[in-house]
T-cell receptor
Framework: DVKVTQSSRYLVKRTGEKVFLECVQD?????MFWYRQDPGLGLRLIYF???????EKGDIPEGYSVSREKKERFSLILESASTNQTSMYLC???????????FGPGTRLTVL | AQKITQTQPGMFVQEKEAVTLDCTYD???????LFWYKQPSSGEMIFLIY??????QNATEGRYSLNFQKARKSANLVISASQLGDSAMYFC???????????FGTGTRLQVFP
């Protein structure tokens, strides 16, 4: 069964901390995506990766960076967390078929 | 620019009734895909149904059907025989041509009452 997992369901951090959100997929897929979800705004794409060591900016990359050292793992990094990064973060990995897109369970991050 | 519009922030429906959630999209691409996801309060995104732009038949998955009107650029989700467990946020999304990036609407919160 297809699976996308995220390292934490809930996370509380302080302003200025470095935060790592990890996503792992077991489907051997090339593509992985990080989205951010805020009420009234839907999901917005932060960064994505089409291959190991490769990354592309999405629509709202400011304040974030990513790392993809291995095919199955895609990390989202907040170099210096700020309160406006309090949000729900969702990782996704599309399947091989046109009709498949798998999401992780999400991480609710609160920055105090 | 590509865009998904969901104009209903919230909807109410009585159990066992059918409900339609609206979604319109804007794209100049000929090839695209349309998705509907359900997000319960737990936060996970649950895939419901998919429609390809070249599919001539409307997609159906159990109680879910997608009313695809290409000329009007609409992809409404129809849930038949609503259940209390259908209460959730529902998102319409479009996959960009030749990529796997999804563009989401702002969502519709559906509440099913007894």
């Amino acid at each position: 069964d297809v699976k996308v997992t995220q390292s934490s369901r809930y996370l509380v951090k302080r302003t200025g901390e470095k935060v790592f959100l990890e996503c792992v997929q077991d489907m051997d897929h090339e593509n992985m995506f990080w989205y951010r979800q805020d009420p009234g705004l839907g999901l917005r794409l932060i960064y994505f990766s089409y291959d190991v060591k490769m990354k592309e900016k999405g629509d709202i990359p400011e304040g974030y960076s990513v790392s993809r050292e291995k095919k199955e793992r895609f990390s989202l990094i907040l170099e210096s967390a700020s309160t406006n990064q309090t949000s729900m973060y969702l990782c996704a990995s599309p399947g091989r078929g046109a009709d498949t897109q798998y999401f992780g369970p999400g991480t609710r991050l609160t920055v105090l | 620019a590509q865009k998904i519009t969901q104009t209903q922030p919230g909807m109410f429906v009585q159990e066992k009734e059918a409900v339609t959630l609206d979604c319109t999209y804007d794209t100049s691409d000929q090839s695209y895909g349309l998705f509907w996801y359900k997000q319960p309060s737990s936060g996970e995104m649950i895939f419901l149904i998919y429609q390809g732009s070249y599919d001539e038949q409307n997609a159906t998955e159990g109680r879910y059907s997608l009313n695809f009107q290409k000329a009007r650029k609409s992809a409404n989700l129809v849930i038949s025989a609503s259940q209390l467990g259908d209460s959730a946020m529902y998102f319409c999304a479009m996959r960009e041509a030749n990529t796997d990036k999804l563009i989401f609407g702002t969502g519709t919160r559906l509440q099913v009452f007894p």
